[in-house]
């Protein structure tokens, strides 16, 4: 398991599901994509559009393209 980033800051967090340990599988809050209390991740930092995460239940490390603003492509 590694250890957290020395970046990782309760401060920086985001939502987004851990592709490894996907602990937000059974959450209601998640399933309706409201903020939950539990299944967040912290927020690294980011290069353009793209975020870098780690999960602080499984401390996985993942970058994860949001496809939105700097360097992303626009949804429609």
Same mark, same amino acid.
């Given at each position: 398991? !590694?250890? !957290?980033?020395?970046?990782?800051? !309760?401060? /920086?967090?985001?939502?987004?599901? &851990?592709?490894?340990?996907?602990?937000? /599988?059974?959450?209601?809050? &998640?399933?309706?994509?409201?903020?939950?209390?539990?299944?967040?991740?912290? !927020?690294?930092?980011?290069?353009?559009?793209?975020?870098?995460?780690? &999960?602080?239940? &499984?401390?996985?490390?993942?970058?994860?393209?949001?496809?939105?603003?700097?360097?992303?492509?626009?949804?429609?």
């Amino acid at each position: 398991m !590694l250890p !957290l980033d020395p970046h990782a800051d !309760l401060g /920086r967090r985001a939502w987004i599901p &851990c592709p490894r340990c996907r602990d937000d /599988r059974d959450c209601g809050d &998640c399933g309706d994509s409201r903020n939950c209390g539990v299944h967040w991740r912290y !927020l690294i930092g980011n290069t353009g559009s793209v975020l870098h995460l780690q &999960c602080p239940g &499984c401390t996985h490390l993942w970058n994860h393209e949001t496809s939105f603003g700097a360097g992303g492509t626009a949804p429609f």
